[in-house]
């Protein structure tokens, strides 16, 4: 089996700092740390080197990005292995950024750096062997990032971050506890009492940061947008009543308000019998038509976009957004309403 | 006063059962069953001094209660197409293979009572369905009046030693409307004005029963209630490692920003009057449940009383983006009850009962990997089970 490895400039023996600026080669073989790393894989040979300097990656990440990916792609090998980069910020993110954008192309990777390295967080669903936070801990590293890179590159399970030796990569998995939640939640609790705060679950959820006032709303071009499972009456396109797959557009030219006997709610997270009695409680048309005659508001978009937010993962809710966003700049709205439930 | 709890073998349940508007059908422990459109679970039981097993009226948790050991009554109704409920509502209890780690069914006798939609609406075939599980589930622990118990527990909080911290328990029940509702008393949850305090016995004793079908796998079903580890494991360390101050049942799903402040503070005030140094807050169901739970946690710490929250999990498998519906800074300790968007693993069993179909349309012999989600009370957030979920 083959192994690509990636280093920066300084372990891919081309420079020191001088050479940070260096754009990505390619090189045959194992290099520096790599031949440390060939000696205890298990049937897996390293086939390439490929580096960059860190300097370069930061500055050109784009380019650097692309040129690593389409050296990998020439010959895709069965697993990458990027580092280790200890405690160095710039040299993780290469490694980090690397890796997560190999795994997202179906290449089985790791990378090696220290917990707190800022390259762990840019490493996504790749993985990445825990290191010392200098060189120093180069011979202690070595043996277990060549037993994960050996094990993904046959294609063996990896077993829980523990058993694998890897850091949590941030996915949520069921297993079976040896207590039930509620003698858990009673040991929390005692511990709490005594002082000592624990959790089974991380809190924290996506901020999202106030934009920017609308400059001028009575020239802004205003679009409707909600999660309340507005749909015209019949649901004719079959919006779900709970994790909705996707978003709607419909038309509101010559529409003045949302009645109750075109429009209706199919979300199936709430008592929807008051808010089908006057759908513009949902998708304020009514008032938004008043606010467009009075000159508040520039003019109202002409069609308003509405999914059904219930049991949807945030990850499905993010593309929702980013999709609907899309086509409302290109359309020239500068506002949105949006309507939550 | 104190409460009894006596213990029958389950080879008195009775050989015959005939229930009008359902089949009956017994599974033996192991058999590789498939139950599905579950409706609720329930413990047999039955009082010896001829008040009902699950009243309406009167206080239960008083004098003594007979269970049957290791049998549980699952009910299952399948709705009539045209009207089912909003939600998808499918939820299945495997009783072998790998779903039956989900739920705690698999090792008793399942007593499956398949209930026919029959003409009326979904409201009243949920109705008679309810009503006539509770009745079956006393029915069959009648036997029992006239045998001698393998065992007797007996439930009474003594006042225990005063250094130990006061830990009480705050139990959601939801309420979103029929078919969305536990009942207490036999009054649905969001009329039985609540927040409000009751005997810990209460609870274990038939006071509170499920008629709540919302996802399977966060559902509360009755038989939770009946054999609840919380309160169970409370009343095991009280005098131990803590002193148990009661339960305060407390509604989920209030309808607006200000009730569900005003109930947050109100079930508050309920554990302040327990003398409560810290409290067990459960949640039942999810969505904006989640939102109740966590304004309650923020009031119970703003009025100086330690929380821990059970909490389900819903998030995508594959994805390591945030994992709450909703989260309040104060809730820093939180319990997870695992993640419903996981599969398990794909099973055949010999046979299928409650319906062929699921209500996706698959066949329910024959359904590939089935998520969590739809396995009854899998995920159930009053810590019922082992589940968990953990980083990865």
């Keep these: 089996m083959k192994a690509v490895h990636y280093l920066n400039q300084f372990f891919a023996g081309l420079g020191g700092e001088d050479k940070a600026e260096t754009p990505p080669v390619r090189l045959d073989g194992a290099v520096g740390p790599g031949r440390g790393l060939a000696a205890e894989l298990e049937d897996v040979d390293i086939v390439a080197t490929i580096a960059c300097g860190d300097d370069y990656f930061a500055e050109h990440e784009d380019e650097a990005l692309a040129t690593l990916l389409a050296y990998l792609e020439e010959d895709p090998p069965d697993v990458l292995v990027a580092g280790p980069a200890f405690g160095s910020g710039r040299y993780g993110y290469a490694c980090g950024t690397l890796v997560a954008a190999a795994a997202e192309r179906g290449i089985a990777s790791v990378a090696a750096m220290h917990p707190e390295n800022p390259g762990v967080d840019a490493a996504g669903k790749a993985y990445v062997v825990p290191t010392a936070v200098n060189v120093a801990g180069m011979r202690d590293v070595l043996p277990r990032l060549a037993r994960v890179a050996s094990a993904l590159a046959a294609g063996r399970e990896l077993g829980t971050p523990d058993q694998g030796g890897y850091l949590p990569r941030g996915f949520r998995r069921n297993y079976f506890a040896e207590k039930t939640g509620a003698e858990r939640a009673i040991d929390l609790l005692l511990a709490k009492l005594g002082g000592e705060t624990r959790t089974e679950v991380g809190g924290g959820l996506d901020r999202v940061e106030p934009p920017a006032a609308v400059p001028d709303l009575s020239q802004a071009l205003v679009a409707l947008v909600t999660e309340a499972g507005c749909v015209p009456q019949g649901n004719p396109d079959r919006l779900p009543a709970v994790r909705a797959q996707g978003w709607f557009r419909y038309d509101l030219t010559g529409e003045e308000t949302l009645s109750a006997a075109r429009y209706e709610s199919v979300h199936g997270g709430f008592d929807v019998t008051l808010a089908n009695e006057d759908p513009n409680r949902l998708v304020p048309l009514d008032t938004a038509r008043e606010l467009e005659r009075e000159g508040r508001i520039g003019r109202l978009h002409e069609a308003f976009y509405t999914t059904t937010g219930n049991g949807t993962p945030v990850v499905t809710s993010t593309r929702f957004g980013r999709e609907i966003a899309g086509e409302l700049r290109e359309a020239g709205v500068g506002a949105v309403l949006l309507s939550g439930t | ?392």
């Design chain 2, 1 to 392: 006063m104190a409460w009894e709890l006596a213990t029958f073998p389950s080879d008195l349940l009775p050989s015959q059962l005939e229930v009008e508007g359902a089949d009956v059908q017994v599974v033996r422990p192991g058999e590789p069953v498939r139950v599905t459109h579950v409706l609720d679970a329930v413990e047999p039981r039955i009082r010896p001094d001829g008040r009902a097993a699950f009243p309406t009226k009167g206080k239960a948790g008083e004098g003594r209660t007979n269970r049957l050991d290791g049998v549980v009554v699952l009910s299952c109704l399948d709705f009539a197409e045209e009207e089912r409920p909003l939600h998808e509502q499918e939820s299945i209890v495997d009783l072998a293979g790998p779903g039956a780690e989900f739920t705690p069914f698999g090792d008793e006798t399942c007593v499956v009572l398949t209930f026919r939609p029959g003409e009326a609406g979904n409201e009243d075939a949920e109705a008679a369905a309810r009503k006539t599980t509770l009745r079956v589930a006393e029915e069959l622990a009648r036997p029992t009046l006239d045998a001698e118990p393998a065992e007797v527990e007996t439930f009474e909080l003594g006042a225990g030693d005063e250094n130990l911290p006061r830990v009480g328990a705050l139990i959601q029940l939801s309420d979103l409307g029929p078919l969305y509702h536990l009942y207490v008393y036999g009054t649905p949850a969001g009329q039985a004005g609540l927040p409000r305090i009751v005997d810990p016995a209460e609870l274990l004793d038939g006071a509170v029963t499920s008629g709540e079908y919302h996802w399977a796998a966060m559902r509360n079903p009755t038989i939770f209630f009946q054999r609840n580890t919380l309160v169970r494991s409370l009343y095991a360390e009280h005098g131990k490692r803590l002193r148990f101050a009661d339960v305060v049942l407390m509604r989920g799903y209030e309808q607006s920003a200000d009730d569900k402040q005003r109930a947050a503070e109100a079930a508050a005030a309920r554990a302040q009057e327990l003398g409560a140094d810290g409290v067990v807050i459960t949640t039942d169901a999810g969505g904006n449940s989640h939102t109740d739970v966590m304004l309650t946690c923020r009031a119970c710490e703003r009025a100086g009383i330690r929380t821990t929250v059970i909490l389900a999990e819903e998030t995508d498998p594959e994805s390591t983006r945030p994992i709450l519906t909703d989260w309040v800074p104060e809730a820093d300790s939180i319990v997870s009850t695992g993640n419903l968007e996981e599969q398990v693993e794909e099973w055949k069993p010999e046979r299928v009962l409650g319906g062929d179909t699921l209500l996706d349309g698959t066949a329910a012999a024959s359904a590939g990997p089935i998520p969590v989600r739809n396995y009854l009370g899998a995920a159930n957030q009053m810590g019922q089970l082992t589940l968990g979920a953990r980083t990865e």
